[in-house]
T-cell receptor, first 112, second 111 residues
Framework: NAGVTQTPKFRVLKTGQSMTLLCAQDMNHEYMYWYRQDPGMGLRLIHY???????AKGEVPDGYNVSRLKKQNFLLGLESAAPSQTSVYFC???????????FGPGTRLTVT | GQQLNQSPQSMFIQEGEDVSMNCTSSSIFNTWLWYKQDPGEGPVLLIALYKAGELTSNGRLTAQFGITRKDSFLNISASIPSDVGIYFC???????????FGGGTRLMVKP
């Protein structure tokens, strides 16, 4: 039982490059979330999903896209990376909207 | 958007001391969560609170859901070196789907 896993753990991109971050969960949770964490700012929600095939915008969605084709996976895409997207990205899951969220180990992304 | 003010921003204490930190909000929440984050790791859930006035313990940690539903407190008793990390509060309002996080309290413990 791995819980929530994220790949890759680290990545360096040049401005304008694209990439996809993968979040996988084995807890059969309906809800999945993508956050970014920047120094002194806590975690901010980028996008989330309330179930397979659904996605919704969070607090800071611009420059990101997401897809939830399978219940256990939630993908975060950057189509044209910018230095402002340098951050640590965390995926989280929850059984329902009102229950606690469980986080993955994070992906550290640097855009030069 | 909603704001969560978490204080203090950092604390440097002696091993064995008790620690208190709190979060306040300008609006009402119906869920409060407390997380701890170690360096290079994701946040780990410590305590979840679902009712105003609720007081819940997890070992040496105790958290309370404020009566006004606009604040929450976390206490750590008899701190030890492994308590070092960043502690985050998070609140959820009636809209339900999103958590709002505080800015974190960085705890440092001197052996």
């Amino acid at each position: 039982n791995a819980g929530v896993t994220q790949t890759p753990k680290f990545r360096v991109l040049k401005t304008g490059q694209s990439m996809t971050l993968l979040c996988a969960q084995d807890m059969n949770h309906e809800y999945m979330y993508w956050y970014r964490q920047d120094p002194g700012m806590g975690l901010r929600l980028i996008h989330y999903s309330v179930g397979e095939g659904t996605t919704a915008k969070g607090e800071v969605p611009d420059g990101y896209n997401v897809s939830r084709l399978k219940k256990q996976n939630f993908l975060l895409g950057l189509e044209s990376a910018a230095p402002s997207q340098t951050s640590v990205y965390f995926c989280a899951t929850s059984q329902t909207s009102s229950r606690e969220q469980y986080f993955g180990p994070g992906t550290r992304l640097t855009v030069t | 958007g909603q704001q969560l003010n978490q204080s203090p921003q950092s604390m440097f204490i002696q091993e064995g001391e008790d620690v208190s930190m709190n979060c306040t909000s300008s609006s009402i929440f119906n869920t409060w969560l407390w997380y701890k984050q170690d360096p290079g790791e994701g946040p780990v859930l410590l305590i979840a609170l679902y009712k105003a006035g609720e007081l819940t313990s997890n070992g040496r940690l105790t958290a309370q859901f404020g009566i006004t539903r606009k604040d929450s407190f976390l206490n750590i008793s008899a701190s030890i070196p492994s308590d070092v990390g960043i502690y985050f509060c998070a609140g959820r309002n009636n809209a339900g789907n999103m958590l709002t996080f505080g800015g974190g309290t960085r705890l440092m413990v001197k052996p």
